[in-house]
């Protein structure tokens, strides 16, 4: 009887951890990485050759909207062609759980629950039972969101919760929490949770105390607040005892051009005092443009506005927000109106605060990409081969070992993936063959759908899920709960 069930033969090893890559070869067994050396293939049932490619954990995409994909589209085919296994949903204060039928789908909810017709999940028990019954291509992890949680407990959104709502809200987080989710989301930059103070967010949020749970937020203000809305944050998770992620870190609008490195300052500043340094995270994607519901505001401080989806005029996706106003003979505001419900990419960030994010030590990669987005982001598609190879292989912007660290190993310890992002021993066969010299995102603001090139072979549990350009019809993710 062979001792390995695969065998990986002569890989560059880029093992997660940031340390520069070594000649070796992969053995899996039953699911898991059983040994890192020199191997005789002999001892293995089947071997791949792969003359110097390099093996890398699978990226965990750590910011995405994909809690109806998993379901839907099982395949996930945006995230394993570029070489993702894992992903976590519920980002931005907005998940697809504990949603009942009764829950009303105001924006920016509909991103995950649509419009109406989709499937809604009283409970994360229930959520979690769904996608074990029918296995998606990758591995999923899930945050509980607040603003989720409002629209399920409260009759207006408009205000700070009640003592009663504050009650009801708590209860499905420890709901939540008891059926395995690794932390909660806030998003009070949207309308929905605008009006919720830190004291309510606190308060909701109490049963993560000691749990070992993270928040992750899209905060606030993005914009001229960005500071003052950091610290909100911090505020909280700090009287929590919890790790807090800022998601998507980003400075928007030209006014707030070249402000990262007072946010990042900020972050150092953040680290520096805190009792645990590894409780200031944040993640950030590799583009200048991002992408949400459309809202005159931000359109205001965009360059430019690509429609992403609209309800009334679906005709209107892949047109800029200017072209489609003059056509229709309508100022910006009226065609904003016009096009409700709609989503939109906004081209509102500098570069240069692009790569200083993408940079920081600290930071780690999340495509916070759409996934039903009639045009969507390239960064569904794209994301993770844009940073190995634009910003890597042709800016120079960071080592390759550095970068693939940021979307494996910081990012599994820093969201409690145990045995996830690394090429270890006893870790999970979550890994991804890549040619350095030749991947790259192929996904554009024209063609957003389009596979990346680069990526010769994604194994997700040790079965091969994405092999040369085409899924494989593999269904091995599973759910990974806090505490696993």
Known sequence: MADFDLLLRDADVIDGSGAPRFRADVAIR???ITAVGRLAASQAARCVDLDGMAVAPGFIDVHTHDDRLLLSDP?????????????????CGISLAPMDDATPAVPPLNLVAGDGGGPRFGSFADYFDALEASPPAINFAALVGHTTLRARTMSTLDRPADASEIAAMRALVEEALAAGVIGASTGTYYAPANAANAQEIREVLEPL????ALIASHIRDETARVLESIDEAFSIATALGVRQVISHHKVSGKPNFGRSRQTLARFDALRRDA???TRICLDCYPYDASSTILRADSVALARRTLIA????????????????ARDEGLDVDAAVA???????IYFMMDEPDVERILAYPESMIGSDGLPHDRSPHPRLWGAFPRVLGHFVRERGLMPLERAVHKMTGLS???FGLAGRGFVRPGCAADLV????LRIRDAATFTAPMTPAEGIVQVLVNGTATWVEGRHTGAGAGRALRRGD
Not at 76 to 83: D, E, I, R, T, Y
Not at 310 to 324: E, I, V
Not at 433 to 436: S, W
């Open 30 to 32: 039953e699911g898991r």
């Open 75 to 91: 395949s996930m085919a945006p995230k394993v062609s570029q070489g993702v296994t894992t992903v976590v949903v519920g980002n």
């Open 209 to 212: 105390r000691g749990s070992g």
């Open 275 to 277: 009792q645990d340094p």
């Open 309 to 324: 989806w609209s309800t009334p005029r679906p005709d209107a996706s892949g047109q800029y927000l200017d072209d489609f």
């Open 338 to 344: 016009a096009l409700q419900p709609a989503g939109a």
């Open 412 to 414: 599994a310890t820093r």
């Open 433 to 436: 063959v890549f040619d350095p």
